[in-house]
């Protein structure tokens, strides 16, 4: 099931801002309020919907571009996004 593997990816996201890999506060608070946001769609009834009407996956491919540390991180979750469609 994709939401199943959007979890998985998700889980290495909160990985990476509870080691605190993004050094730059900015691009570090960005990432939080994409993450918060993805956790409330994972949370929800109907994922899919709350992640495109947020426009979490653009944001994702904002901050992907931004900051190398949170590139392949950002990939896989995006691509986890695909296989539900987004």
């Known amino acids: ?3 199943t593997k959007v979890q998985s990816e998700f889980q290495k996201l909160s990985d990476l801002l509870a080691d605190g890999v993004v ?3 900015c691009t570090a ?3 939080q309020q994409v993450h918060d946001q993805l956790q409330q769609a994972i949370i929800s ?3 899919a919907k709350l992640i495109k009407d947020n426009g979490i996956t653009q944001q ?3 901050l992907e571009e931004i900051n190398p540390n949170v590139t392949k991180v950002v990939k ?3 691509n986890a996004l ?3 469609g987004i």
Do not use: N
């Open 1 to 3: 099931m994709p939401i």
């Open 23 to 25: 050094a730059d506060e």
């Open 29 to 31: 608070g960005e990432l």
């Open 45 to 47: 009834g109907d994922p």
């Open 60 to 62: 994702l491919v904002e």
């Open 76 to 78: 896989d979750l995006l």
């Open 82 to 84: 695909s296989g539900m």
